[in-house]
């Protein structure tokens, strides 16, 4: 069983920074996959970022690559999703998502079964 819980989230200017946390509980953290996951009213939820706890493997979405970075503490059984160059289009809701299973896209949402209450992003001057 995998539970994850995320914080983070809040007002941004465009063109700063922001910096989201994603705590999972889990027995063994070495065999997760946590991604980071966005909806915008009215959208679809998109897969921004991924990261296999095993080998550090990350995946992005091509809308963030170079502006956002996946990292993990696996000593704090940690995932960070650190958000540079943030424009407007980042708005959404953001949620953390983890699975123990191997199988399906790192970035598709359907292959995940835990999930947390999500974290607001507002970007706006």
């Known amino acids: 069983q995998v539970q994850v819980a995320e914080s983070g989230g809040g007002s941004v200017q465009p063109g700063g920074s922001l910096k989201l946390s994603c705590v999972v509980s889990?027995?063994?953290?070495?065999?997760?996959?946590v991604a980071w996951f966005r909806q915008a009213p009215g959208k679809e939820r998109e897969g921004v970022a991924a990261?296999?706890?095993?080998?550090?493997?990350?995946v992005y979405a091509d809308s963030v690559k170079g502006r956002f970075t996946i990292s993990q503490d696996s000593a704090k059984k940690t995932v960070y999703l650190q958000m540079n160059s943030v424009n407007p289009e980042d708005t959404a809701m953001y949620y953390c998502?983890?699975?123990?299973?191997?199988?399906?896209?790192?970035?598709?949402?359907?292959?995940?079964?835990?999930w947390g209450q999500g974290t607001q992003v507002t970007v706006s001057s």
């Open positions: 889990v027995d063994t953290y070495r065999n997760v996959r």
């Open positions: 998502a983890a699975r123990t299973t191997p199988d399906g896209s790192l970035l598709n949402p359907s292959a995940y079964n835990s």
């Open positions: 990261i296999m706890a095993l080998n550090d493997i990350t």
